[in-house]
């Protein structure tokens, strides 16, 4: 198939996408709207996109208010646009979907990992200025260029072969974020990575390309890999280096997160557990590790709960595998992950299954049902039948809970109250 019989394709897949024929109608009125990147990429590979990138001259912010009006909405949720006038983008939202906006430009780095000087450009050089080639492919939806096909150099043939290639030798120095994108791409896409590009991965991650970026960008990217479908993408990043580069463990444990989040309950976090899986540690941690894991975390712009969580999972999970084990009963479960968070009970259930079968079996029975577990009767249940406020309300809740926990009181709850006013020992 030829670029124009291409072209014409991606045209006809977007009027069957949310938003695609709204945006088309929009194209006949300009000569300068197209669609871009992954979008395109996608539609060529028969795929449906995430959502819609699309590239202007000039005026992105009221094309966005433009497309906006024109775009279905309910009530409680009408299509909103966002704009970022400082990098000339802008996106609407809607109960379709996402369309991102950007004016075109050309890009220079004045120093490796520095964000980019941005001017005005041309489609050739908003092009030239993307990460792989497989990205690198435009769309115009109007004017007398309409449905003709643009692309950078080997991207066509990349897309047909399934390689993952770079643009130019310089371009994992110039935003050494690429490298994480790399994995991502080649998860995602289930390409492989051009022999050079691969090369060039390598080279940069041992060459400390990647110490140019600021943690927070490359932490926005490590949580971005979480959203993929597949772990395969840290598995990918570990083979090209990336997580070496970054001090993480090396191979990523995709065993032990597939074993993981078959534990973890609805109300866990998959990407946290995730990157817990990506910071684990292959041998149980001193505590001077697993603060040295914890300063790495703050420099990495994790918000405190993400930090926290990640941390009791992937450095805490040691300990907390011996204490399920020697923990047989319900109660004493209770007593031993009553406040861990669950991504660090499933971790750890994960990690004991290769020990005994009884860990992850007794960590399921917490998660699943134990945990949800409660008595019918309250402190102040107790304080009407003439307890006096104090600790012992709570110690004796507590008791008559661990009871019901181990099957040792039945009844509902004028039971819980008699055995909560019985004196302890008796």
């Not at 072209?7 to 695609?20: D, K, M, R, S, Y």
């Not at 047989?328 to 079968?357: C, F, K, N, W, Y």
Request: aromatic share 4%; net charge negative; hydrophobic share 45%.
């Amino acid at each position: 198939m030829d670029a124009g019989a291409q072209g014409a394709t991606v045209i006809e897949a977007l009027t069957g996408l949310p938003g695609g024929r709204e945006l088309l109608e929009l194209a006949r009125e300009r000569t300068d709207v197209a669609l871009v990147g992954g979008a395109v990429r996608d539609l060529l590979l028969g795929r449906t996109p995430r959502e819609l990138d699309v590239t202007v001259a000039s005026g992105s912010a009221e094309l966005a208010a433009e497309l906006a009006a024109r775009l279905p909405g309910e009530d409680q949720r009408m299509p909103a646009t966002t704009v970022h006038e400082r990098f000339a983008t802008a996106a609407v939202d809607w109960i379709g979907g996402r369309i991102d906006l950007a004016e075109r430009r050309a890009e220079t780095y004045a120093r490796p990992g520095a964000l980019p000087e941005v001017r005005p450009g041309t489609m050739a050089e908003d092009l030239a200025r993307r990460d792989f080639t497989v990205n690198a492919i435009a769309v115009p939806l109007g004017g007398p260029l309409r449905g003709e096909l643009q692309a950078v150099e080997n991207a066509l043939e990349d897309l047909a072969d399934g390689l993952v290639r770079v643009l130019h030798p310089r371009s994992f120095l110039d935003d050494p974020t690429r490298l994480l994108r790399l994995g991502r791409y080649r998860a995602r896409l289930r390409f492989e990575v051009e022999a050079d590009t691969a090369r060039l991965a390598l080279s940069a991650s041992s060459g400390g390309a990647l110490d140019t970026v600021s943690g927070g960008r490359i932490a926005a990217e490590l949580w971005l890999v979480t959203d993929e479908a597949t772990a395969e993408a840290f598995t990918a990043l570990g083979e090209l280096g990336v997580l070496r580069a970054l001090a993480l463990p090396a191979p990523f444990d995709q065993r032990l997160l597939g074993d993981a989040i078959s534990l973890l309950p609805g109300d866990g976090s998959p990407a946290v557990l995730e990157m817990a899986v990506l910071f684990h540690p292959v041998r149980e941690p001193s505590a001077g590790e697993r603060l040295q894991a914890a300063a790495m975390l703050e420099r990495l712009e994790f918000s405190a709960d993400a930090r926290e969580r990640v941390l009791a999972a992937a450095y805490d999970c040691y300990t907390l595998v011996a204490r399920i084990e020697q923990a047989p009963l319900p109660s004493q479960l209770r007593s031993v992950l009553a406040d861990v968070p669950v991504e660090a009970i499933a971790l750890a259930g994960a990690l004991g299954a290769r020990r005994s079968p009884e860990i992850p079996a007794r960590a399921r029975a917490w998660l699943a049902e134990l945990r949800d577990v409660r008595l019918q009767i309250a402190g102040a249940d107790l304080l009407a039948a003439g307890l006096r406020e104090g600790p012992e309300i709570g110690r004796r809740l507590q008791r008559v809970l661990d009871l019901k926990l181990d099957g040792e009181l039945s009844g509902g709850r004028e039971t819980e109250l008699l055995a909560a006013l019985q004196e302890p020992g008796r």
